[in-house]
């Protein structure tokens, strides 16, 4: 089992920026790839960004102001959010993917073997 916890979320203005962490736990925790998704009411959780190694990707929306990152002598993702806009409001979650599904399973919701709690950004105009 893995445990995830992200922390970082709070209120920015419009422009501002807000860094995510994602702390993982777990006897399994090498075994998975951490990518970041987020959720607004009424929606389905969409994928926003991953970082593995020298592999990154992001949702066309954030590409550009967003940085994915990690430390794996922490087991810790981070999500670096800059030049916010009131569309990024959300709740934000990590999710664990087992590394035996491949890269192209990082960006797909119901592939996620773990949740976070999540946290909330709120961005006002």
């Known amino acids: 089992q893995v445990v995830l916890v992200e922390s970082g979320g709070g209120e920015a203005q419009t422009g501002g920026s807000l860094r995510l962490s994602c702390a993982a736990s777990?006897?399994?925790?090498?075994?998975?790839?951490i990518s970041w998704f987020r959720q607004t009411p009424g929606k389905e959780r969409e994928f926003v960004g991953v970082?593995?190694?020298?592999?990154?990707y992001y949702r066309e929306s954030v590409r550009g102001r967003f940085i994915a990152s990690g430390d794996d002598s922490k087991n810790t993702m981070y999500l670096q959010m800059n030049n916010l806009e009131p569309e990024d409001t959300a709740t934000y979650f990590c999710?664990?993917?087992?590394?035996?599904?491949?890269?192209?399973?990082?960006?797909?919701?119901?592939?996620?073997?773990?949740w976070g709690q999540g946290t909330q950004v709120i961005v006002s105009p």
């Open positions: 999710g664990a993917i087992a590394k035996w599904k491949g890269y192209g399973a990082l960006w797909i919701r119901h592939e996620v073997d773990y």
């Open positions: 777990g006897r399994t925790v090498s075994d998975y790839r």
């Open positions: 970082w593995r190694n020298n592999y990154t």
